[in-house]
């Protein structure tokens, strides 16, 4: 089973899409150049080319012989593992690194090779990748989600693109008939796929800059109660063929609208022309703002490398000054934005049209989970996410059992630092 990199936007798609693998070794392949070995590890990409492009990639550097190794299975339970061990690679992908593997000096600071470019890498994705002032990954992609709607339903039935969460749920309800639901947040109604982008819509975070939470407000209740009467109110498609990250549903006129990723837009574009638009997360509340979910996996170096030195310098040569190559791993191999904001600007796929709409998007309204969002934290919110949507549960007293949880988790972690 491969995945690609829609996976890594931290809602828990990407463990059940992990786990759900076998384990075994992976392929290894050596590269050109001279002096020291570096083993490099990817997870296995379900994007077609993107291991003939990364081992390309490796071969044209020659100032260290760069063996890639392409890694199906549960790749962050391997990754975890390896890095304990002197097996382990030099230089690896993470979806992270994890906050264990920071506050257990596992992974090196890569700080020093962001010299001049910071300001350059999307911030919404670098502050996941930063712990104590300090830089541990180097964010290689950007993957976002976003509504797309078609744009002659919403024509026949007199309704706007919606901007806030209340439109949102309006418009889907009078978009709903026989035939066509107002809207596809995934089969489970958008537990799974939605994480925190509510919370964020309606102005607040999952945690605080100074690590407290940051949901422990009346305005989280009344956004999650608005993804309830989406459910109530029959509007949402259930059960469909394919889930959320396909975008079947939405080219086959099952739905007006449907949450998706910016990996299937070339696949919308060809099947429906400019019949669609794309949207952030709708705001809701005074103090709301769009929001766009993103995520980016990281190339890190591990601090069991014998040869940290070259591991650091064949990143930054791959990820920071190859330009060339971080557009053309973004956009050749799947739909991505690259991670530069210049190279996002520039690149001709994403100037114009829906493309040219989500990177702006993305640049304006971009959240990604924090580095302090544990699994616990988001495996207790998710819980409560679901029992909301589903069963009707109240957002309120679910919401609170959720702040007591992740605050003791904030506690732990803060204590590890």
């Known amino acids: ?26 392929r290894e392949e050596g590269g050109s150049g001279s002096g020291p070995k570096l083993s490099q ?35 962050d339970e ?23 593997q920071i506050q257990g000096k596992q992974v090196v600071d890569l700080t020093d090779l962001f010299e001049g470019v910071k300001d350059d890498f999307n911030p919404a994705v670098l502050a996941p990748k930063t712990y104590d002032g ?45 035939k066509v639901k107002g809207l596809f947040l995934g089969n489970d109604g958008g537990a799974g796929v939605l994480g925190g982008t509510p919370l964020f819509a309606a102005g607040l975070e999952l945690v605080t800059d100074d690590g407290k939470v940051g949901f422990d407000d009346p305005a989280a209740a009344r956004a999650l109660g608005k993804i309830r009467q989406l459910y109530a109110d029959k509007s949402l498609l259930l059960g469909a063929p394919a889930d959320w990250s396909d975008p ?13 990723g910016l990996w299937a837009l070339p696949t919308v574009e060809k099947e429906l022309g400019d019949d ?22 990281a190339a890190a170096v591990s601090a069991r490398s014998k040869h940290q030195k ?8 791959l990820w920071i000054d190859s330009t060339d190559r971080q557009e053309d791993f973004a956009l050749e191999y799947g739909f991505h934005i690259p991670a530069r904001i210049s190279l996002a600007k520039k690149a001709e796929k994403l100037r114009t049209g829906p493309a040219a709409d989500a990177v702006r998007y993305t640049t304006d309204h971009g959240h990604a989970e924090p580095l302090l969002w544990t699994p616990a934290s988001r495996s207790s919110y998710q819980d409560a996410l679901s029992r909301i949507i ?15 949880k992740v605050s003791a988790e904030l506690g732990r972690v803060k204590k590890k630092s």
């Open 134 to 178: 300090r830089i541990w990954g180097i964010p290689q992609v950007v993957d976002m989600q976003l509504l797309y709607y078609r744009k002659s339903l919403l024509a026949d039935a007199g309704v706007a693109p919606p901007k806030t969460l209340d439109a949102l749920v309006d418009a889907a309800k009078k978009l709903t008939s026989k």
């Open 1 to 26: 089973m491969t995945i690609s990199r829609r996976g890594l936007l931290g809602t828990g798609a990407a463990l059940g899409l992990l786990t759900a693998c076998g384990s075994n070794t992976g």
């Open 276 to 297: 669609f638009g794309v949207l952030p997360f709708p705001k809701d509340g005074s103090a709301g703002e769009p929001a766009v979910p993103v995520g980016a996996y």
């Open 78 to 100: 391997q990754t975890a593992a390896a890095l304990l061990t002197d097996s382990g690679p030099d230089v690896f992908e993470a979806n992270g690194p994890s906050l264990d």
């Open 390 to 404: 589903r069963e009707g549960a109240n957002p309120e007293s679910e919401l609170k059992k959720v702040v007591r």
């Open 41 to 75: 590890w990817y997870h296995q990409y379900g994007e077609q080319g993107t291991e003939q492009a990364v081992k390309k990639y490796a071969a044209a550097y020659k100032k260290a012989n760069v063996s890639v190794q392409w890694r199906p299975g549960n790749y």
């Open 248 to 260: 079947s549903a939405f080219v086959q006129g099952l739905t007006a609208m449907q949450w998706c």
């Open 310 to 317: 070259a591991g650091k310098d064949f990143l930054k040569w």
